[in-house]
């Protein structure tokens, strides 16, 4: 991708709202701006003084108004690109916005590809890989917890973690190289125990990153909760329960709920989608069998599964059949219909966690939400506030460094050569690079900021 040219592209999303803003970056920001923005009470083009906010008129090349506008130019290096910028702000309507972006492109600006801007603040240094990761994830987030984690990551915590192993292992790296000129002299021992416990203390330190990963996870992406159980049994009426509000369909008819329905709901704080399946049943309907599929097909996925029976009735076939897709799945029993009177089942069905509820009286639902947010939570109540990692890629990444520290450790153990010992400790540098995209490919890169938005 060309880092030189100048770029444009709306940074506000598609859509009605009162104000529209067009972003450029690059050498030409200044001089296009000053081109084509008439400063309200002053025949002349703008000073244009960094970081001020100016009023005027747009105009195109034949001085025609094209809108009234503010704008603002940014002086390289201390901006988002590291390059120039120039913002304006017209009036929100797609059509100005589309007048804009003809307009400079007649002009030599080219119109910036999804994440661009941030692109070129990767690349000319200004923030590394995990933070430009954060800032698409800060867009996307959709909960509280995903956005404090994305705005910590923005922050570079976790770069500053990742930045403190790759020194260790540089710092064991140049000691070691050090040795390979004297060959004929072996390495002292206690030097040897000293590096391979400083090694044991970061992959320690590392694992517990590893660890954190489920949480991280689940606080941005949040968990699947699967609503399961034979048609009837009140699938619908606990999602709405759940959710607090009217969404599914409710009706006393078996097979209503065809599809799958998911909604994103917040359980004591922690992000879930909740899925409601088409009942489990076996069936000839083909509408309903893929529903069926759908559902089994999402049981293999789910952070947890929620078995519905009716209280009031005995265990049915198609409530044992219902069981059996759920088997090997975290499952939790939910006897609903508490209100038509005891239930004669004992504390625990199927030898699961079971929970009494009226899903139509909201009766029981607070017990089933706290015992499914402990049961997500895990142990994680012991990661505080430290940093985690919430994306796949460097999940991946880092056990890759892992292994290569543990290989290395074991070497060291075995007295092996220090070619051998070396080799661990580079890759693992190599793996760690990936992460804060010290060394990084250029597929990498495309795909992470593929992935974002227009103007970002
Ligand atoms: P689904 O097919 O499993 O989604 O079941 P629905 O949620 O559509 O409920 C089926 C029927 O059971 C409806 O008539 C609901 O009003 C009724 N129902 C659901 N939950 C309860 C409950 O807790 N108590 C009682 N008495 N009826 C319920």
């Given at each position: 991708m060309n880092l030189k040219d100048t770029i444009v592209a709306p940074a506000t999303a598609a859509g009605t709202g009162s104000i529209d803003i067009i972003r450029i970056s690059g050498p030409d920001s200044l001089r296009i701006i000053k081109k084509y923005f008439q400063p309200t009470g002053s025949p002349g083009s703008a000073d244009f003084v960094s970081r001020r906010l100016y009023h005027g008129m747009l105009i195109d090349s034949e001085k025609n108004p094209v809108d009234e506008v503010m704008a603002v130019y940014m002086a390289s290096p201390h901006t988002y690109t590291c390059d120039d910028i120039v913002e304006i702000h017209c009036h929100g309507s797609r059509q100005i916005v589309k007048q804009i972006l003809a307009l400079l492109q007649r002009d030599n600006v080219r119109l910036a590809a999804p994440g661009e801007f941030t692109y070129r603040a990767f690349m000319n240094g200004r923030i590394d890989l995990p933070q430009a990761e954060a800032v698409a994830r800060l867009i996307r987030s959709h909960s509280d917890s995903s956005r404090r984690l994305a705005l910590s990551q923005a922050s570079g915590a976790l770069s500053r973690k990742i930045n403190a192993y790759v020194d260790q292992i540089k710092e064991a790296l140049v000691f070691l190289e050090a040795w390979i000129d004297f060959p004929e002299e072996d390495l002292p021992p206690e030097d040897v125990s000293i590096i391979a416990d400083k090694m044991e203390k970061l992959l320690a330190d590392a694992d517990l990153l590893c660890q954190s990963y489920d949480y991280g996870r689940l606080q941005t992406e949040g968990a699947s909760i699967l609503l399961v159980g034979r048609?009837?049994?009140g699938k619908s009426s606990l999602l709405n329960a759940l959710l607090g509000e009217n969404r599914a369909i409710v009706t006393s008819l078996a097979g209503t709920t065809r599809d799958l329905l998911e909604e994103g709901v917040s359980i004591e704080g922690l992000p879930v989608r909740l899925v409601d399946t088409a009942g489990l049943r076996e069936t000839e309907d083909p509408v309903e069998i893929e529903g069926v599929l759908r559902a089994k097909n999402k049981i293999e996925h789910a952070d947890l599964v929620l078995l519905l029976l009716d209280s009031s009735r005995d265990v049915s076939e198609a409530d044992n059949y219902a069981y059996q897709q759920c088997v090997g799945r975290p499952t939790f029993v939910v006897l609903n219909k508490i209100d038509l009177g005891e239930d004669?089942?004992?504390?625990t069905v199927f030898d699961l966690p079971t929970f009494r509820v009226s899903a139509k009286f909201d009766r029981g639902t607070d017990r089933l939400k706290k015992a499914v947010s402990s049961f997500l939570m895990g142990d994680s109540g012991a990661i505080g506030d430290s940093v985690l990692l919430s994306e796949r890629r460097h999940f991946d990444t880092l056990i890759r460094a892992r292994q290569s520290l543990l290989n290395f450790v074991g070497l060291l153990e075995e007295g092996e050569t220090l070619d051998l010992l070396t080799f661990e400790l580079r890759d693992a540098l190599l793996h760690l690079g990936q992460i804060t995209g010290e060394t990084t490919t250029e597929d990498l890169l495309d795909d992470i900021f593929s992935g974002f938005c227009i103007g970002k």
């Open positions: 048609p009837n049994v004669a089942f004992g504390a």
